[in-house]
Each structure stands twice: as structure tokens, then as C-alpha cells.
């Protein structure tokens, strides 16, 4: 009687020399920030919000910008200058204090007065820079560089006196995780600034980017920047830029067709997670660029600047795997006889991302924390990334007379892996290579893909002994 297919598995790609196997992890947060008419420049659940994070002992910390107000004041803060300018000397004083007060409440985290502690790594956002899209004010950029920029690695790109980015932009391996953070406001086009809002901040290194990424030859790679680059969500009442600043590169033809390229350069280079900020939710998204390269965008804006509500809109191509919940609260009183009042707020979830890395897969993990209670909670939903070195499961077949079977793999589908189906009648015998199977992926869910193979030559039922084999190379 003809035996059913064997499956077995050759994966060749040559891992990390550092190994993950037991598990380390690492906190991901942005926009920490308080509202405009703050007295000290930061959002005062951040202490508790930094004791939790003490309390999971990651490896480092993460934050992606918009840390403190900078210049995003209203009169009503006691810090607005009366003479309404914020690029002097005394203003300089303000955003230090900012960044004091932001650094006393992480002291659960990190002490920045002994310098012990859990590493924190951090990357400037608009409110670090110029919060109006306008050129960047000078003294803001000092304050930063003065408070921060000796905490993370001094290797971004140096292009001169005048452009040198080291202290700003830096990238950082560790164990079997790429991570390259590129500021976004180091580079500012006066020019383009003027005909599109926000759009003069809307440049980076790129070369630089891609060659970090390029010569990893870690596991995992991470991009971290400040803005979305494509829009996960919809404008809400007040958010009317936001279309604008989920576009990261523009809105026009050339800068949707730079915002292209250069998703295509991330996903050639083996980057799988975009991790950002700016708008003051939690979302995961995905989307596949034009090589086949699924990336996931986490927006991780949640950390108590004021919160917006998620409007599920997400562009063409874009698929939102999950939000924070962040909801509109419409409360109507009506005043007989003829009166009505509609009171508006946001219901905000604040909170942060912890990634817990193993050999085979990031398991990317949401807390939220409820200021009522002052008690916190996990969300039911997890990311998982692959590996680009994990090992493609087989499963039995499903079709065995029509050779047919499935496997998984991870979304994207590896760095710089192809995968091709092989046969041999037995395992003494030379594998051959089946060019004419096919191979479809049928269904992609939580960042796994299932590929389903149907043999283009000989058949399981044919042969009394038959084995298939998936190689990744």
C-alpha cells in the first residue's frame, strides 16, 4: 500500500550569534507630554506609569518622542512668556525644566543624578523641536542635547559641523535585536515648509537608515522615528494636520512616491517593526510595500499627552490590527424647555508597549492604565513577529493524493530568504527541486503567514516512499 508523504525540514540561514532563548524584553512609549496649559511641562501619570515599567525589569527603554511641551503653551500655562517668545535664553531654562521634571519622574526607571538604573533611549519629537512646523528653535534643541543626548549611542550620522547628528540619531544591537532611531527635525526644508505643513521636518538620512539595517544581520530589526508614516487612523475633531503628519514624507505625487521608496528600502534592509508616535493613541497596523515586505507600524502615543479618539480609517493598503480604545464620550443635558449642552471628552487609555524577544519570535504585549482606579491592565491582543530565521512548521497533508499540503512562516516572510519546495523518494537519495509546485499563501493572521503547496511532479500516492522538504535560504 503507497505510504502518505513524510514531511521533514532543512533550514538554512545562519542565526545570530547571540541567542535569545530564554527571553529578555524591552518598554516601548511616546508622548509623555502634558496638556498646553501645563506648569510643568510633562503629564503627571508619568511616575506611575514608570513604576510599572520598573516593576517588568526590561533590558531598556524606548521613547519616541514629544517627551516634554517644548514651546506648546497656551496662556493659561504660567510658563508662557508674556513677551511671547520662546527662542531666548529664559525659554532654554523652561524646556531644561521640562526635561528635569520628565527625568525626576523616570527616576523609578532610571536615575539620570547617579546614572543607575534601567537604560533609557530617546528620540527627539516636534515638541523637542518647534511644536508649530516651523523652523527649529534653537534653544529647544540645545535644552534636548544638553539633557539627553549623552544617554544613547553616539554613532548617527555625521556629515559635517553643521550636520552632524550624533546624540539625535543613533543606532543600538543588542542580543539578537536591531534597533536604528533617524530624527526626523534635524533636517528642515524652509522651503517645502512653506507650501506644506509640517512637511519641512520631513527628512532623515536615509542612506545612513538603510545602511544600519543593511549590515544587521540580527534577527529582528526595528526603525524608530517620531511620526507615522502612513495613516492608521482618521482626523478627528481638532486633528485636521494629522492627514499631513501620517504622511511623514508629504501628501503630493513626489512625496508619496519618496515615502514608496523608502518603505521599500526598510523591507529590503529586514526591518519588521516601524515603531513611532505623534498621535496620541495606540495603534497596530500593517501593510506590504511594493517587494513584498510586510512591516508592522506601531504607533505608541499613548503615554499621556492629550488623547485623541481612534476614528478607523485607515489609508488604502493599511490594515489596522488593533487600537487602545480610545473612544469619543458624548454626554447631552438638556435645559427645558428648549436648551441643550453636548459635553465632549475622550475616553484615553494611557499606557505602554513591552516586547519580550525570543529566539523564534517578539511578542509585543499592550498596558494600559486606568487613572480612576489607578490600576492596569494587559490587552487580550499580542503582536507577534517572526523571527527572520525562524523555522517554517509543516503541517500533515491536507490533499495527500493531489500533494498537497501547508506550511507557516513568518509575515513578512523572512530577510533576504527564498523558499523552495524540494522532494526525494527517500533520504539516502539526492533532493530534487519541484519548479513547477506552487505556493500560496491562504491566510495571514497575528503576523503568520499559512502557505498553502500543492507538488507540481511526482504525487505522495505514486511512490511507496516520498518526502518534501521547505528550504529558506
Not at 515603531?275 to 517587494?291: D, I, K, M, Q, S
Request: aromatic content about 10%; overall charge negative.
Amino acid at each position: 500500500m503507497a505510504m502518505l508523504a513524510a514531511l521533514s525540514l532543512m533550514f538554512v540561514a545562519v542565526a545570530n550569534t547571540a541567542s535569545a532563548e530564554n527571553g529578555w524584553s524591552f518598554v516601548m512609549l511616546g508622548d509623555t507630554r502634558d496638556a498646553d496649559d501645563t506648569s510643568i511641562g510633562i503629564n503627571t501619570n508619568l511616575n506611575t506609569m514608570a513604576s510599572m515599567i520598573a516593576s517588568l525589569n526590561p533590558q531598556f527603554v524606548i521613547v519616541a518622542g514629544d517627551m516634554c511641551n517644548g514651546n506648546c503653551l497656551n496662556t493659561n500655562s504660567r510658563l508662557y512668556p508674556t513677551n511671547g517668545i520662546f527662542t531666548n535664553a529664559a525659554m532654554k531654562a523652561i524646556y531644561k525644566g521640562f526635561f528635569t521634571n520628565w527625568q525626576a519622574a523616570m527616576k523609578p526607571v532610571f536615575d539620570y543624578t547617579t546614572g543607575r538604573g534601567i537604560p533609557i533611549y530617546t528620540l527627539r519629537g516636534n515638541h523637542e523641536s518647534n511644536d508649530s512646523g516651523q523652523a527649529p528653535i534653537e534653544v529647544l534643541k540645545e535644552a534636548y542635547q544638553e539633557m539627553f543626548s549623552s544617554y544613547v549611542p553616539t554613532n548617527g550620522p555625521n556629515n559635517g559641523t553643521t550636520n552632524d547628528e550624533r546624540g539625535f540619531s543613533w543606532s543600538l544591537t543588542t542580543n539578537n535585536v536591531t534597533f536604528v532611531a533617524a530624527d526626523q527635525y534635524f533636517n528642515f526644508d524652509t522651503n517645502y515648509a512653506s507650501t506644506t505643513p509640517w512637511s519641512g521636518y520631513h527628512y532623515l538620512d536615509q542612506a545612513w537608515v538603510t545602511n544600519q539595517l543593511m549590515q544587521s544581520t540580527s534577527s529582528y530589526k526595528v526603525f524608530i522615528v517620531h511620526e507615522p508614516i502612513f495613516q492608521t487612523e482618521g482626523n478627528g475633531k481638532g486633528e485636521e494636520d494629522n492627514e499631513d503628519a501620517q504622511h511623514f514624507f508629504g501628501t503630493n505625487a513626489a512625496a508619496m512616491l519618496t515615502r514608496s521608496n523608502f518603505w521599500n528600502n526598510l523591507g529590503d534592509a529586514g526591518a519588521q517593526l516601524f515603531l513611532c508616535g505623534h498621535l496620541h493613541l495606540e495603534t497596530v497596523a500593517a501593510t506590504t510595500n511594493n517587494h513584498n515586505h510586510t512591516i508592522i507600524q506601531l504607533t505608541a502615543g499613548n503615554g499621556g499627552a492629550p488623547p485623541q479618539d481612534f476614528i478607523n480609517t485607515p489609508e488604502t493598503g493599511v490594515t489596522t490590527l488593533w487600537n487602545n480604545g480610545n473612544c469619543l464620550v458624548v454626554s447631552l443635558v438638556t435645559n427645558a424647555p428648549n436648551n441643550v449642552v453636548t459635553n465632549v471628552s475622550i475616553q484615553a487609555t494611557f499606557g505602554f508597549s513591552l516586547a519580550t524577544v525570543q529566539d523564534q519570535t517578539m511578542a509585543i504585549k499592550y498596558y494600559s492604565l486606568n487613572t480612576e482606579s489607578n490600576s492596569w491592565s494587559v490587552a487580550d491582543y499580542v503582536t507577534v513577529i517572526a523571527s527572520s530565521r525562524a523555522r517554517p512548521a509543516i503541517s500533515a497533508p491536507s490533499d495527500s493524493r493531489s500533494g498537497t499540503f501547508t506550511y507557516t512562516r513568518s509575515d513578512p516572510a523572512g530577510t533576504h530568504l527564498s523558499y523552495q519546495v524540494e522532494t526525494a523518494p527517500d533520504l539516502t537519495s539526492g533532493w530534487s527541486v519541484d519548479t513547477t509546485a506552487t505556493q500560496t499563501v491562504i491566510a495571514t493572521s497575528n503576523n503568520i503567514q499559512t502557505v498553502q503547496v500543492t507538488l507540481g511532479g511526482i504525487k505522495p500516492l505514486t511512490a511507496p516512499k516520498f518526502f518534501v522538504r521547505i528550504t529558506a535560504w
